[in-house]
């Protein structure tokens, strides 16, 4: 890479002095902070693992609280019975029919 980008097209040697620098203190950097590398690349992909679940639960969580309301505000039967409006708000979100 260094003939095709410094020899044939022309590129200056400083830009090349500074590629090898940089190369050089990456090398140093892993060498010496690897193992907090890993620890922010692991943390990184569980949060990024997760974060689809955390949203599916919170957006599941809306629907039965509005879902819940709804309820207690039509049926006056269940405003009694909050477990039972709870229970029916959970079977209409996970797409039953609320009776």
Do not use: H
Not at 22 to 50: R, T
Not at 71 to 98: H, M, Q, T, W
């Amino acid at each position: 890479w260094v003939e095709l980008f410094f020899v044939q097209i022309g590129l200056p040697e400083n830009l090349l002095v500074k590629i090898l620098q940089l190369n050089k203190d990456f090398k140093v950097s892993i060498e010496k902070n690897g193992p907090y590398y890993l620890l922010v690349a692991g943390m990184s992909i569980i949060a990024i693992y997760i974060t689809p679940t955390i949203n599916n639960s919170r957006i599941m969580n809306q629907c039965i609280k509005v879902s819940q309301k709804d309820l207690i505000k039509n049926n006056p039967i269940l405003n009694k019975s909050k477990r039972d409006s709870f229970i029916k708000a959970v079977n209409y979100c996970n797409g039953g029919e609320i009776d």
